[in-house]
């Protein structure tokens, strides 16, 4: 052990409060090295002057004006609990408040989903239907639509090659 | 069967305030003392005492068993104290130049029949040299040599009051301890004959 670690061990081996390994390291060093040993005697005979010290008395009236003191604090009431505390009660206020103004929002986006529910319920039997939804499918495979004369003149009335191409 | 501070604690936070009376005789001079060894002023000192056992009388309705009694107790006085030394060093600066520097004010204690007043003086200057070294060490220094010295606290305990490592507050106390061994060399190298009352002539 070097003096520097057993400067940080030093308080905790002379009090008797380090581990046994870290005695016998902190006890190995301090045979060896005279500085720390000198300083380890000196440490002992500093807390030897240090309780020369001897404090003082509290007064005589200290438990009495403590009572005092106690006996003035406000006693807690039954119903102090009933008394919400300021941040609790603002923002209850403003949580009723919210609740307030949005259950008297216009319910003009309640009609657009209503319709579109509507629409929805309309198709519910064909999007329910497993044979039509299995087949779709199939549907893809079919070629496409010639449209009739009519159709094509009606078109592009302009252009009569166009839609008939191929 | 005695019960444990933490058990008396209890029974005050259920309504006994006969056991916060026992939590007042036990601890009243102890923290009179470190309270005092903190601000230097006894009327200060019992002021701050007073002080903390209200805050743990007002506390009791919440008090929950998470640490050691004294460790909360310490804790409160600790912080009590730091603010204290603070205002008071504010104030001070308020103050003319002229003032008497650092006056501590210790209730004067008469000697005792057996002890001649020189002796007497001799001691009472002893004890102040010892706190005045003790009141010039930084505060956290101060905080974890009255615990450690006076109090002896274990070092969890203190290291959860001052809210720092065990290990740190190794170091810190060694620190401590060596600012203290130089500056109170004269008396540390006094062989313990020469003190007042010991080596005197019968």
Redesign the interface.
């Known amino acids: 052990m070097k003096c520097e670690e057993v400067s940080r061990n030093l308080v905790a081996y002379l009090d008797r409060r380090s581990h046994s390994a870290e005695r016998t390291e902190v006890e190995k060093h301090l045979t060896a090295c005279l500085v720390c040993r000198t300083r380890a005697e000196e440490f002992r005979k500093l807390w030897g002057v240090m309780d020369e010290d001897p404090g003082i008395e509290p007064s005589f009236a200290f438990d009495a004006r403590l009572r005092q003191r106690i006996a003035a604090e406000p006693h807690p009431r039954w119903f102090r609990w009933l008394i919400p505390q300021p941040r609790l009660a603002f923002s209850l206020a403003l949580l009723l408040a919210l609740s307030v103004w949005m259950a008297k929002l216009p319910p003009a986006e309640n009609s657009i989903s209503k319709t579109q529910d509507f629409e929805a319920i309309k198709d519910l039997g064909v999007l329910e239907n497993y044979d039509v939804l299995s087949k779709f499918d199939a549907l893809s495979e079919l070629p496409p639509v010639q449209p009739s004369d009519a159709t094509k003149s009606q078109s592009d009335p302009q252009n009569p090659d166009s839609g008939g191409g191929s | 069967m005695t019960r444990t501070d933490v058990q008396l604690m209890l029974d005050v936070k259920a309504g006994d305030e006969a056991s916060f009376g026992i939590l ?1 005789q036990k601890y ?2 102890p923290l ?2 470190f309270l ?2 903190m601000v230097r002023d ?1 009327a200060t ?2 002021e701050l ?2 002080e903390v ?2 805050r743990v ?2 506390a009791r ?1 919440q008090y929950s068993p998470s640490a050691k009694f004294t460790t909360w107790l310490f804790r409160i006085a600790t912080n009590l104290a730091l603010n204290s030394v603070r205002d008071n060093r504010h104030r001070q600066m308020d103050v003319s130049i002229d003032a008497p520097a650092d006056e501590d004010e ?2 004067i204690e008469l000697p005792g029949r057996e002890m001649r007043i020189d002796e007497y003086m001799a ?1 009472r200057d ?2 102040k040299f ?2 005045n070294a ?1 009141a010039t060490l930084p505060e956290k220094q101060r905080v974890a040599v009255l615990l ?3 109090e002896e606290m ?2 969890a305990e203190i290291a959860r009051i001052l809210d720092c490592s065990e ?1 740190a507050l ?2 810190l ?2 620190r401590a ?2 600012t ?2 130089v500056q ?1 060399a004269p ?2 190298a006094q062989p ?1 004959a020469h ?1 007042a009352g010991e080596g005197r002539p019968s």
């Open positions: 007042l009243r001079l009179v003392n005092f060894r006894a000192a019992e005492a007073q056992f209200l009388y007002r309705k210790t209730p001691e002893r004890t010892i706190r003790i450690h010295k006076y274990d070092y290990s190794k170091s106390l060694f301890y060596e203290l061994r109170l008396l540390v313990v003190r």
